[in-house]
């Protein structure tokens, strides 16, 4: 199958700091990317619908100023946590869907980021 | 809307034993559904899918689900549970809209030897 890398794993930044995390799909092409946060023994929450070359349309009650989205290319998206705080710290989750796919086709999920904010 | 609901929150069984875990769904549209598993600090694997095809699906692992549409259910099941078959598993729902999908809150599987 379609190969999604999140990166980095695992970040552990200082409170009021940014983080970066990216998502790549390495073998497709992807319209659209998808990012969740999953607190522990949670399941995950849509954060965000990232779409390539438009704003990314961001779930009720997620912070858009805080939780910025790029999507850049069909190949990458990025999501930064600005001035992150301990509540901030989750695992993060991101999955995408090849070009022009219907509904059903599968999104494909990243290894996911560990974030730990100190 | 769609929503997706895993009725047990924990699923405990025996190395060789079946294993049954419920989902049912609601959805305004025809929807595809989706099983996916969780080893921890892991991202998910897709188990299986149902997008309006046969409505009994085979997965990987030897995991198979049926979609019963009277029921509003997709009960993912496996005849024979294997140790490395503890993880938690995710039932989500996705409709016929911009792709958006809904998890299910989850359910842990805890195989005993």
């Known amino acids: 199958g379609a190969v999604v890398s999140q990166h980095p794993s695992r970040v552990i930044c200082k409170s009021g700091t940014s983080v970066k995390i990216e998502c790549r799909s390495l073998?497709?092409?992807?319209?659209?990317m998808f990012w969740y946060r999953q607190f522990p023994k949670q399941s995950l929450m849509l954060m965000a619908t990232s779409n390539e070359g438009s704003k990314a349309t961001y779930e009720q009650g997620v912070e858009k100023d805080k939780f910025l989205i790029n999507h850049a290319s069909l190949t990458l998206s990025t999501l930064t946590v600005t001035s992150a705080h301990p509540e901030d710290s989750s695992f993060y989750i991101c999955s995408a869907r090849e070009l022009q796919g219907a509904p059903n086709t599968e999104a494909f999920f990243g290894q996911g980021t560990r974030l730990t904010v100190v | 809307a769609q929503s997706v609901t895993q009725l047990d929150s924990h699923v405990s069984v025996s190395e060789g034993t079946p294993v049954l875990l419920r989902c049912n769904y609601s959805?305004?549209?025809?929807?595809?559904l989706f099983w996916y598993v969780q080893h921890p600090n892991k991202g998910l694997q897709l188990l299986l899918k149902?997008?309006?095809?046969?409505?009994l699906v085979k997965g990987i692992n030897g995991f198979e689900a049926e979609f019963k549409k009277s029921e509003t259910s997709f009960h993912l099941t496996k005849p024979s549970a294997h140790m490395s078959d503890a993880a938690e598993y995710f039932c989500v729902v996705r409709g016929a809209n911009a792709g958006k999908s809904t998890f299910g809150d989850g359910t842990t599987l805890t195989v005993k030897p």
């Open positions: 073998d497709f092409q992807a319209t659209t």
């Open positions: 959805s305004s549209y025809s929807p595809s």
């Open positions: 149902y997008t309006s095809a046969a409505t």
